[in-house]
């Protein structure tokens, strides 16, 4: 049985079922029905808002300018994941309360007391914070769904015998679903920014989401005879589809209406005619064009013909393996392809079938949104072939499906969204191995959308399949991105630490120049031994003094009291930085000729072994093959940087972490994208990782500066768009640009 899912029906009817039955049977039953519904249609906005606040804290997190910062977004998010389950109970739970209490939200009566300003007090800047946010987002709520919510109040009020209900009375209302989020975050405890955050996710993805459930419980109370004949004051919402003149002033509000699928979603009410909106502006552009070819003649072919038409061309496309048949379709051409297949086998005197007005205009927006979409996607990638594979199902969809249009979350454009920013963005087009599972994947969703007759409960499988997939990618991208920059991190200590004790033994060789096997002691290995316990225990440690003393007795600094003890010590030094007991008892006992029984034996020379300590790996050396991409070494003396460079420098470290570059080789002229994980500061080392978390270039900030002042790197900035919205905007703002009217030129004088 799943555990999950008894959780949450449990919820649902602990926050479906009131507390005390004080109101007459039918209003008991029609609460409860009420809160139910609102709990039930709930869920799915209420998970999606803190997947994607979750998301957003990770992405802050990445670029965050401090490492307190970074920490307080990954310990928010780490709460948000282990509290989820917690804090849904939570908000139904209050949702539930505010239905069993909804006959003491009334406004008490005023009472004698002091005035106002006799009662001033300190208010909490956070609190106040807090308190505007969920108001304005109560009021944005409230403007939103205006019409059902007025509705909603009188039909709830008419159960319990009191005025209609409104503000935070109103227990499924903005006011009191906002304020209810907001509890249920308390024990979560996150920092303002935080709360902030997650009331603006709220507002977008369960505020905006809350018409279908208010038309339900509406729609049921009405059913049951609450109040059939009422209508709300304001102007009704759904008017009569007017005329559409061509004047300037229409075109530019179909405009508008156009650019709502790349919006944040439409407003209250009925729901933006954006399909009609696109092809009004199909048909300004075509007006405007000369030659406009008219349709032929014959019946317009019906839904299920078109079905048939576009079912049978993706079976034909499929039988093609070559890359121009998986290539993306322009309008014209998709039209030509289902004008053949709608009258294959009918004799050349029979009457032609033909696309309608309306088939014709949704086949021309989907093939220019494709075409809109394969310009914001990377070159020579792996992209360009899902997105021809898509093509026809998709348009299946669209042409069954006005929401495609209407809904920016329909599951077909989030799934057409999904796959092409995966394979943007993942997929580099080569055939390394990390990149076959993705590309494996992402093929068997393309291939079972073309198979399958389309439905939006097959989009909604096929996104939940590809999400999971790529969030299992992301968590292991985000682990080893993690392992690399801890790496790096510990290298620039290990660095710091090596640089202050070379510093500490130079001093000392001033002084005291050693020779022969106390050079290469002290140079290639104890230096090491300083280093570690200077990373370890700190510089004024008692530890790190006592190896300070150790080396001021082997350079003869201090006198030696004890010369077995002084070769233990070493001994244990050398092998904390990894030498071989062995070899480290013949190095001290060498050193040190502390007398007794030779215990490994006859020694090696001293020549010998400063050899092997030559030879020896340093402290943090990586035993492995050097990276795949590995930075060449600068020349000896690197030029001094340009004026250009030094702004450029200055530019990147000011940059956040997890700001992205292109890398371009000069040689191939292949585009590589990398991320920059993390910088020091002190020594202006940086680390770059792949989309997998993989290190590659790893480099100081004045050679990526170089790189960018060359042209060979540049920075990429952050795109607040999908590239869905992005091709939405681009295909709204050309057919916008083709039906504005053009400025006459000026005339030859006026130009000189």
């Known amino acids: 049985m799943d555990v999950g899912h008894d959780r949450r029906h449990s919820a649902l009817q602990q926050g479906g079922r009131l507390g005390h039955a004080r109101w007459p049977a039918r209003a008991q039953r029609l609460l409860e029905a009420s809160c139910r519904q609102c709990v039930e249609g709930l869920q799915e906005p209420l998970r999606r808002c803190l997947s994607e606040f979750e998301k957003q804290l990770f992405a802050q997190a990445e670029r965050a300018h401090h490492a307190a910062d970074q920490q307080d977004c990954f310990s928010s998010r780490q709460r948000v994941l282990q509290g989820r389950a917690a804090y849904t109970q939570r908000f139904v739970l209050r949702i539930g309360s505010a239905f069993n209490d909804i006959d003491s939200a009334r406004p008490a009566p005023p009472v004698a007391g002091p005035k106002p300003w006799q009662t001033l007090a300190l208010v909490d800047p956070d609190e106040q914070e807090v308190s505007m946010s969920l108001e304005q987002l109560g009021a944005r709520g409230e403007v939103r769904h205006a019409g ?58 369960v505020i905006q989401a809350l018409a279908p459930m208010y038309d339900v419980v509406n729609a049921h109370l009405q059913g049951d005879g609450i109040l059939p004949q009422l209508r709300s004051i304001p102007i009704p919402r759904h008017i009569g589809k007017r ?57 317009a072919a019906s839904e299920q013909e078109l079905q048939s038409a576009l079912g049978a061309l993706q079976q034909h496309l499929a ?11 322009s309008a014209a051409r998709l039209r030509e392809e289902l004008l053949a297949q709608l009258n294959a086998g009918k004799p050349g005197d029979a009457p032609r079938t033909r696309l309608s007005d309306e088939q014709g205009d949704k086949v021309e927006l989907v093939a220019r949104l494709f075409e809109q979409l394969g310009q914001q996607l990377q070159h020579g990638g792996s992209a360009h072939q899902l997105l021809g594979e898509l093509q026809l199902p998709v348009l299946r969809m669209a042409v069954t499906d006005r929401g495609f249009f209407e809904q920016r979350e329909h599951p077909a454009r989030r799934l057409l969204d999904t796959v092409t920013a995966a394979a943007n963005d993942w997929l580099d087009g080569s055939d390394d191995e990390s990149n076959r599972p993705l590309a494996s994947k992402l093929e068997q969703l393309v291939a079972r959308a073309s198979r399958e007759p389309p439905s939006a409960g097959l989009y909604t499988t096929l996104l939940a399949d590809i999400e999971h997939h790529l969030a299992l990618l992301t968590r292991k991208a985000q682990a080893a991105e993690r392992r690399h920059v801890e790496a790096a991190q510990g290298r620039e200590r290990l660095d710091q630490a090596r640089h202050r004790a070379g510093e500490l033994m130079a001093e000392r060789f001033a002084l005291s120049p050693p020779r022969g096997l106390l050079r290469a002691l002290l140079d290639r290995a104890w230096s090491d031994v300083l280093a570690l316990t200077l990373l370890r225990h700190g510089e004024d440690s008692e530890a ?16 030696v009291g004890d010369r077995r003890q002084l070769q233990a010590e070493v001994e244990a030094g050398l092998q904390q930085i990894g030498m071989h007991a062995e070899e480290a008892v013949q190095v001290a006992q060498r050193l040190l000729g502390a007398g007794g029984p030779d215990p490994v034996g006859e020694l090696p020379s001293a020549t010998d072994l400063a050899l092997r300590l030559k030879q020896h790996q340093r402290l943090g050396e990586l035993q492995s093959a050097p990276p795949p991409e590995p930075v060449p070494a600068p020349p000896a003396a690197a030029p001094e940087p340009s004026p250009r460079e030094r702004d450029i420098e200055q530019h990147l470290r000011q940059l956040p972490f ?25 020594s202006g080392h940086c680390l770059l990782v792949s989309r997998r978390g993989q290190r590659g270039e790893e480099m100081s900030l004045t050679q990526l500066a170089r790189e960018v002042a060359s042209g060979r790197a540049c920075e990429v900035p952050a795109q607040p768009e999908s590239l869905l919205d992005r091709a939405w905007r681009s295909l709204t703002g050309s057919l916008r640009q083709a039906t504005a009217p053009r400025r006459p030129a000026p005339p030859e004088d006026a130009r000189r």
């Open 148 to 205: 059902v919510l007025y509705e909603l109040g009188h039909r709830l009020a008419v159960l319990i015998g009191a005025p209609p209900l409104e503000g935070l009375a109103l227990p499924l209302g903005p006011y009191a679903l906002a304020h209810a989020c907001h509890e249920a975050a308390a024990e979560l405890e996150l920092p303002l920014p935080h709360q902030l955050l997650l009331l603006q996710h709220f507002d977008q993805w």
């Open 319 to 329: 039988q093609v393996t070559d890359q121009a048949g998986r290539e993306l379709r």
């Open 658 to 682: 997890g700001s992205w570059f292109e890398f371009v080789d000069p040689a191939s002229g292949r585009i590589a994208r990398r991320k920059l994980a993390w910088y020091s500061p002190v």
């Open 243 to 299: 005329s559409r003149p061509a004047g300037g002033t229409d075109a530019a509000a179909a405009g508008e209406a156009a650019a709502a699928p790349a919006g944040s979603g439409g407003g209250s009410g009925a729901p933006i005619e954006v399909l009609e909106s696109l092809r009004d502006l199909l048909a300004r552009q075509r007006a405007g064009q000369s030659g406009r070819h008219g349709e032929a003649a014959g019946r």
């Open 544 to 559: 790190f003094g006592m190896q300070l003393a150790i080396t001021d007795q082997l350079l003869g600094r201090l006198p």
